[in-house]
């Protein structure tokens, strides 16, 4: 089946930093989504990006849709406390079901 | 904003019971997705309905079984529980098509069944 490569696989911070993670695929998604999971909560979705070559922001959040439609990344910038969690790419062809990525827990260290 | 709601938040059953999980989309949501998370995993994708309508399946046991009613709210059923049953459940809803492209799909809070 299909295999999304995210990395890295968890990132140690201090508040203020910058953070970028990314997503890579061995087949062309059609759309790519980011999501963010508190511990023992559902999915909450951050970005969603529709074109290949998209560049989208959402606050401190930019995500891109890379050119092969193979990879994605996510930034944050200025870290802040509640930005902590484990971050999840997920593609999507057509519509229906969503394919996550392995994640990325984000850890910031006071 | 009304989210997905889910019921129960937690469930706790012993080797060979059953369980049903609850999921009521957002209003006017016409698609709804089940997906298993293990500890330390990523969301698996179980089955998704349609208009009521059985649309997708993924690795979803034989043992499990779903439906969704005429009011959209979906019910995931579980027989025979294994202990490897023991995950949080999402359920996912969606408009299956927004201005030509698919809709963005919005998780529930899930809920976390344990199997003793």
């Known amino acids: 089946g299909q295999q999304l490569n995210q990395s890295p696989q968890s990132m140690f911070i201090q508040e203020g930093e910058d953070v970028s993670m990314n997503c890579t695929s061995s087949s062309i998604f059609n759309t790519w989504l980011w999501y963010k999971q508190d511990p023992g909560e559902g999915p909450v979705l951050l970005i969603a990006l529709y074109k290949a070559g998209e560049l989208t922001s959402n606050g401190r959040l930019t995500a891109q849709f890379g050119i092969t439609r193979k990879d994605s990344f996510l930034n944050i910038s200025a870290s802040i406390p509640s930005d902590v969690g484990i971050y999840f790419c997920?593609?999507?062809?057509?519509?229906?079901?969503?394919?996550f990525g392995t994640g990325t827990r984000l850890t910031i260290i006071p | 904003a009304a989210g997905v709601i889910q019921s129960p938040r937690h469930l706790i059953k012993e080797k060979r019971e059953t369980a049903t999980l609850k999921c009521y989309p957002i209003p006017r949501h016409d698609t709804v997705y089940w997906y298993q998370q293990g500890p330390g995993q990523d969301p698996q994708f179980l089955i998704s309905f349609y208009e009521k309508m059985q649309s997708d399946k993924g690795s979803i046991p034989d043992r499990f079984s779903a439906q969704q009613f005429s009011d959209y709210h979906s019910e995931l059923n579980m027989s025979s529980l294994e202990l490897g049953d023991s995950a949080l459940y999402f359920c996912a809803s969606s408009l299956r098509w927004v201005a030509g492209g698919p809709g963005e799909q919005y998780f529930g809070p899930g809920t976390r069944l344990t199997v003793t």
């Open positions: 997920a593609g999507l062809i057509g519509n229906e079901k969503l394919t």
